[in-house]
């Protein structure tokens, strides 16, 4: 019973999109050309996954994690013209920055894009003595500007909201420590001016089963009719390691940290070899959603496996109706 649920915000035009295959009846499901970016995309890279895809002019740009051969974790800009084929800048992205304190970072992973008013932000965990949000701009994806950094170490996944909320800039983030962390809630803070963060909210904790162990935001959170839909990750501790899956949430519109419902069941677990064999195996890492308001579909891009990236379908009424019907708050 599909409840008339609504994405709110601009239609994407060229929208990566394929039906259902088969039987399957899943209320998400994997694109049929996974992964949709192979690990050697790069001449150099060793993986490309948990990279973030936004609209840009007539297609798709984007800021992609790319790990090199040395095993060092940078991010890098690309385009799309369809969603579906990439060209990524062999230069990981150097950032014009006026602070040299916080220009020197070591390595930078998992961004987001998150387009807000005239400009495109990137968040990434950043390494300035330990894991923290880094923050920059860009117009074009050709010049990059670097921001204060939002928070203290430790701290990943930095994801911000796509407009004011109650006239502040807000962001969902996971505090951290400096290893694999072995807890994780979420926390929304909101910030005046994109350079002081406060206001810090607990939103949401670990639960049962696949998002007992830790969890955190994915993509940007998409505004919807019935709250703003938050896809994010869990994780369960297995005796083999740690094991990533992916869920979604609606938060309240006016008070994100408040939620309305979220996923007890799993909507994407590591299934298929690609996710299931790479350099971490067991992964599902969502870090960018297309959502166009036409038509409801939703297009989610995830690394799998520490290793390559993959895309994933779902259509807004639909994964709304199946969190509401599944929730466990
Ligand atoms: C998290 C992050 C991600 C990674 C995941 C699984 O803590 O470091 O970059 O995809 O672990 O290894």
Not at 8 to 33: C, T
């Amino acid at each position: 019973m599909a409840s008339g649920c609504r994405i709110v915000g601009s239609p994407v035009a060229n929208m990566p999109w394929e039906e259902r295959l088969g039987e399957a009846d899943d209320v998400m499901w994997r694109y049929s050309g996974n992964p949709v970016i192979p690990r050697n995309l790069l001449p150099f890279s060793n993986s490309i996954f948990n990279s973030a895809v936004v609209p840009f002019n007539d297609g798709f740009a984007g800021v992609f994690r790319c790990d090199n051969k040395n095993r060092q974790a940078w991010i890098h800009s690309g385009t799309s013209p369809d969603g579906f084929h990439f060209e990524i800048d062999p230069e990981p992205i150097r950032f014009n920055c006026p602070e040299p304190e916080i220009a020197e970072y070591v390595e930078a992973y998992d961004p987001r894009v998150c387009w807000i008013e005239d400009r495109y932000y990137v968040t990434w965990c950043n390494f300035y003595h330990g894991p923290t949000i880094g923050m920059g701009y860009t117009h074009d994806f050709k010049t990059f500007h670097q921001m204060e950094n939002a928070f203290l170490p430790y701290n990943r996944n930095g994801v911000m909201f796509p407009r004011k909320i109650n006239g502040k800039y807000a962001m969902l983030s996971r505090p951290s420590d400096t290893g694999h962390t072995p807890f994780g809630d979420i926390f929304y803070s909101e910030s005046p001016d994109l350079c002081y963060w406060g206001r810090h909210r607990f939103t949401m904790g670990t639960s049962m089963g696949w998002q007992s162990k830790k969890i955190g935001p994915g993509p940007v959170p998409i505004e919807t009719t019935e709250g703003w839909l938050l896809f994010y990750h869990g994780v369960l501790n297995s005796c083999n390691g740690y094991v990533y899956s992916m869920g979604a949430a609606l938060l309240d519109l006016e008070k994100p940290w408040k939620v309305i419902c979220r996923t007890k069941p799993y909507l994407l677990s590591p299934q298929t070899l690609y996710e299931c064999v790479g350099d971490v195996p067991n992964v599902v890492f969502p870090c960018a959603a297309l959502a166009d308001t036409d038509s409801g579909r939703i297009a989610i891009y995830y690394g799998c496996a520490d290793t390559v990236t993959g895309l994933a379908f779902c259509k807004v009424d639909e994964v709304v109706d199946y969190i509401t019907n599944h929730s466990e708050v």
